[in-house]
C-alpha cells in the first residue's frame, strides 16, 4: 500500500509514454504535443468560476468580461512557466520544491498544497453534485456519494492510457463549451454590446468585488503542479533543439486550450447578462437560481444544457485534482500509494465536509461551501507561484531556457496583483462570514 518510489520520474505510470521523438510532419507533430494543456484547463472552467461569472454577468452586463480576459493573459504566462520548468528540468513543480528547499519548508508547502487539493475537489464534488441534482432532482446527499464513483473512472482512464485520458477530457470540454455555444445562439446577445465589454472601464466597489472575486478564482494552485508533471508525459529530444521546440508546441498547446477555456467563461457571463441582467434580474448569484430562470428565458432545453455542463465541469475537474494530488504526494515526499487508496483518501476529504454540512444545515448552506474552498484555495497560491518563478528564473538549472528580465518583471507582476486580490478577496470574505453568520462560524460557537 505505501513506499518509498523506486522510479523518481513523475506521474511514474505515464512518464513518457508518449513518443514526439518518432519523425512526423505538419500537424501529426504538433498533434504529438498536444494534450496536456487541456487537463490543465478544466481548472479554469469548474464549478467554483460559474457563481463569479454568473453574478457579474446578472449585475454588471458584458462590461466585466475585460476582466476575464486579463485573468486569462496572467493564466497563460504562469502555465506558460510551468511547463517550461517540466520539459526543461524534467521535475514537476514539487520535485523541485523537495530538491532546493530545508526539510521543514517542503514539509509545510506540502501540507498546504494538500490543503489546496481537498479544497479544489470539494468544490468539484459540490459543483457535480448540485449539476445532478438539477438534471434529475436527486437529493445533494446522493449526488455526493455518487462521486466517489469516478475514482474507479480515473484508474480506467490512466490504464487506458494518456492520450486516451486526454481524449476524454477533451470530450467533456467540448460538452461544455457545445452547451453554451446553444445557449448563446438561444439567447441572442447583441455582438456589438460585448464588443464593448472588452474595452476595460472604472468600477464601482461592489463591481471591483466580483472583478476580484474573477481573477483571485483564475490560477488555481494546483494547476501549476499538474502542468509541470503532465508534459513529462512526453518523451522528447533532450537537445536544445528538441526543448526549444517542446516549449514551442506546449506553447501552442498551452494557448489554445486556454482560450477555449476563456470561451467557457465568457459564454456564462455573456447568458447571464443577456438574459439576466438586461430583464432585471441583477441577483442571480447563485448555480440554482440560473438554472430555475433559464427556462423563462431561453425555454426548456436551456436549464438540461445548463445542468449536463455542470456535470461535466464537476467531473473533468475532479479528475485532474485528483492527478495533482497523487503528483503533489509523490513529488513532496518521495512516496508511493496505491493509487486507489491515494483516490479515495483525495475523495473522501471532500465528501465527507460536504455531508456534514448538508446533513446537518441542509442545502442552502452549500452555495457557502463552494465559497469557503475557493478561498482556501486563494490562501495558498502565493506558496506556488513564488517557487515556480524562482526556478524558472535560475540559470544554474535552466541554463539558456531561463527566462529574461522582460518575462521575469511580467512574472512578478502577475504574481503580486493575483496574491494581492486573493488575499483582497479573502478579507472580504471572511468579513462576510462573520456577518452572516455561516455555518462555519456556528461551529466554531
Not at 494534450?35 to 490543465?40: E, K, N, Q, R, S
Not at 518521495?334 to 446533513?359: D, E, F, K
Not at 486580490?421 to 455561516?438: D, K, P, W
Request: glycine letters at 6%.
Amino acid at each position: 500500500m505505501l513506499s518509498k518510489k523506486t522510479n523518481d520520474a513523475s506521474l511514474s505510470e505515464v512518464h513518457e509514454s508518449v513518443d514526439t521523438t518518432i519523425k512526423k510532419t505538419g500537424w501529426r507533430r504538433i498533434f504529438s504535443f498536444i494534450g496536456p494543456a487541456y487537463l490543465v484547463s478544466v481548472g479554469y472552467m469548474d464549478p467554483g468560476n460559474w457563481a463569479t461569472d454568473l453574478a457579474g454577468g446578472s449585475k454588471f452586463g458584458y462590461s466585466l468580461i475585460w476582466v476575464l480576459l486579463m485573468s486569462n493573459l496572467m493564466a497563460l504566462l504562469l502555465q506558460g512557466l510551468s511547463a517550461r520548468l517540466g520539459i526543461v528540468r524534467g521535475r514537476d513543480l514539487a520535485q523541485a520544491n523537495r530538491e532546493t528547499y530545508p526539510k521543514l519548508i517542503n514539509f509545510v508547502l506540502y501540507i498546504l498544497a494538500e490543503i489546496a487539493i481537498a479544497a479544489c475537489e470539494l468544490a468539484e464534488v459540490l459543483g457535480m453534485a448540485i449539476g445532478i441534482q438539477l438534471l434529475t432532482g436527486l437529493p445533494l446527499v446522493w449526488g455526493v456519494s455518487i462521486t466517489v464513483l469516478d475514482t474507479f473512472l480515473l484508474l480506467y482512464l490512466q490504464k487506458l492510457g494518456i492520450k486516451k485520458m486526454e481524449a476524454f477530457i477533451i470530450a467533456l470540454v467540448g460538452i461544455i463549451g457545445i452547451s453554451f455555444l446553444v445557449q448563446i445562439f438561444l439567447a441572442k446577445p447583441d455582438i456589438a454590446e460585448i464588443a464593448t465589454g472588452f474595452i476595460p472601464t472604472a468600477m464601482n466597489s461592489e463591481a471591483l468585488y466580483i472583478a476580484i472575486g474573477i481573477i483571485g478564482a483564475t490560477v488555481m494552485p494546483h494547476n501549476l503542479y499538474l502542468h509541470s508533471a503532465l508534459v513529462q508525459t512526453r518523451k522528447i529530444d533532450r537537445t536544445d533543439a528538441g526543448i526549444k521546440q517542446a516549449i514551442k508546441f506546449n506553447r501552442i498547446d498551452t494557448t489554445i486550450a486556454l482560450n477555449l477555456a476563456f470561451f467557457v467563461n465568457a459564454a456564462i457571463l455573456i447568458v447571464a447578462a443577456t438574459v439576466f441582467f438586461k430583464s432585471g434580474n441583477v441577483d442571480v448569484a447563485e448555480i440554482k437560481d440560473a438554472h430555475r430562470l433559464l427556462p423563462q428565458f431561453l425555454g426548456n432545453v436551456a436549464p438540461v444544457l445548463f445542468a449536463v455542463a455542470l456535470i461535466a465541469a464537476g467531473q473533468s475537474s475532479t479528475i485532474t485534482g485528483t492527478l495533482a494530488g497523487q503528483i503533489i504526494m509523490e513529488g513532496y515526499l518521495s512516496l508511493r500509494i496505491n493509487p486507489l487508496l491515494r483516490r479515495l483518501i483525495t475523495r473522501m476529504l471532500a465528501i465527507i465536509p460536504a455531508l456534514i454540512v448538508i446533513i446537518i444545515y441542509g442545502e442552502k448552506d452549500v452555495d457557502a461551501l463552494l465559497i469557503l474552498s475557493q478561498v482556501i484555495l486563494s490562501l495558498q497560491l502565493g506558496f506556488a507561484i513564488i517557487p515556480l518563478i524562482h526556478f524558472v528564473s535560475d540559470k544554474k538549472t535552466m541554463g539558456k531556457f531561463a527566462i529574461n528580465n522582460l518575462q521575469k518583471i511580467a512574472a512578478w507582476l502577475i504574481a503580486s496583483v493575483l496574491v494581492y486580490l486573493n488575499l483582497r478577496m479573502l478579507v472580504n470574505e471572511m468579513s462576510t462570514v462573520f456577518t452572516n453568520g455561516a455555518w462555519w462560524q456556528k461551529l466554531l460557537l
